[in-house]
């Protein structure tokens, strides 16, 4: 069992900034990868951002250039740097790691950006 446990939402203006953080219950390098999902009203949840074992990443079109996943292991925790926020980037963020048995998600933490 992977316990996850998200900080770092909460209320910022258009074009501001924050770091959400996923710290995980055992060595992230143990997973396949790590990622963030979000999950806006009346929308389906969506992948934000990934990173392999192998330190591969991939972004959703809507953040590249914005948002940056990255790793601390010896913190057990993988974040997610977002600058230049929009509103449309509110959503509830959710971590997610990829072990060889199943999938893991954390309990999400809420992201709102008001214009």
């Known amino acids: 069992q992977v316990q996850l446990m998200e900080s770092g939402g909460g209320l910022v203006q258009a074009g501001g900034s924050l770091r959400l953080s996923c710290a995980a219950s055992r060595n992230i390098f143990s997973f396949n990868a790590m990622g963030w999902y979000r999950q806006a009203p009346g929308n389906q949840r969506e992948l934000v951002a990934r990173v392999t074992s192998g330190g591969s990443t991939n972004y959703a079109d809507s953040v590249k250039g914005r948002f940056t996943i990255s790793r601390n292991a010896a913190a057990n925790t993988v974040y997610l740097q977002m600058n230049s926020l929009k509103p449309e980037d509110t959503a509830v963020y959710y971590c997610?790691?990829?072990?060889?048995?199943?999938?893991?998600w954390g309990q999400g933490t809420q992201v709102t950006v008001s214009s």
């Open positions: 997610n790691v990829e072990s060889d048995i199943r999938i893991y």
